[in-house]
């Protein structure tokens, strides 16, 4: 008779070990004091935009109103123009948010699909834009904007986020990578050129790539201050985090007011965080080999 042996891959498939029941207890305890000192400076914030200016003074590091105010989300909103600082935040953020997705989906798809000489040449440029500070570029991209004449307006802060980010360009070619080739000899067979077979097949595929982008360029527009404060000038295209700068210097001892105004700014970005969270961590992890 044979002697039955286990074969290689169900031995790589046998299910991990799970850690005792005291040392569980211990790592979650570890994480539950971690996730406490890094949401804590958020908490403070969320209890002072509800007390009184009497109740900061007194309150110190305790989580608690002692008095609850509610009405200081009102008086912080009403104290500036809200709605149009708001106005051009969603403009300088839905429109980089969409351009950067698109662009970076298609460079992505012809680094991973098109064959051309020196294409593996051009994306390693690519990625080597990555290492410069974004520092570094402030002083060029200031010269040339004010050439174009476009200081004080939202084309400086809209405009480069059109020519797409190297970062999500190499998760979508990483993404395209996984997919079989067949889709794109289907599509070629059938008549489509490039531009239909991203459009029609490898776009609508790529929908863990796309939230995570998107959340993530989303983020990083809505919470921009450094380009703003730079070609802004006048109070006519202030975004919500330069006007929030400004109301600091003119409210500088109305605590109160300032928590409950950055509370309702960083509130978006909270919901779409958590709403897309899942999605995040599965685009950017499934692309990780081919």
């Known amino acids: 008779m ?38 804590y400076p958020f908490l403070w914030m969320v209890a002072t935009s509800l007390r009184t ?31 149009r600082y708001l106005g051009n935040s969603v403009l300088s953020t839905v429109i980089p948010v969409v351009g950067t997705v698109l662009v970076s989906s298609l ?12 294409a593996a040449a051009v994306f390693a440029l690519v990625l080597a834009t990555m290492l410069l500070p974004g520092e570094v570029t402030i002083v060029p991209q200031f010269i040339l904007f004010r050439m174009l ?30 997919l079989p080739d067949a889709l794109t000899d289907a599509a070629r067979i059938d008549g489509a050129g490039w531009f239909r077979t991203w459009w029609s097949i490898y776009l609508p595929l790529s929908q863990p790539v796309v939230v995570a982008a998107a959340v993530l ?56 965080f958590f709403l897309a969270q899942r999605h995040i961590v599965g685009g950017i992890s499934f692309t990780g080999s081919r």
């Open 53 to 83: 200016n009497q109740g900061v003074a007194a309150a110190g590091i305790s989580l608690w109103p002692i008095q609850w105010r509610f009405a200081n989300y009102v008086d912080g909103l009403a104290s500036f123009p809200f709605w």
């Open 149 to 178: 004449h476009m200081m004080d307006t939202l084309y400086p802060i809209i405009l480069p986020a059109l020519f797409g980010s190297p970062f999500f360009i190499f998760l979508f070619r990483q993404f395209y990578l996984r």
């Open 217 to 272: 360029q989303f983020m990083s527009s809505w919470n921009n201050f450094l380009t703003p404060a730079i070609y802004v000038t006048t109070t006519t295209w202030k975004t919500l985090p330069l006007a929030l700068a400004g109301f600091s210097s003119v409210n500088s001892t109305d605590t109160t007011l300032l928590m409950a105004t950055t509370i309702v700014v960083i509130a978006p970005c909270i919901a779409i």
């Open 2 to 39: 044979f002697e039955r042996r286990d074969r290689p891959e169900a031995r790589r498939r046998q299910v991990p070990r799970e850690l005792p029941r005291p040392e569980r207890v211990l790592a979650f305890l570890s994480l539950l004091v971690g996730s406490f000192v890094f949401a």
């Open 107 to 118: 460079a992505g798809f012809a680094f991973a699909r098109i064959p051309a000489r020196g």
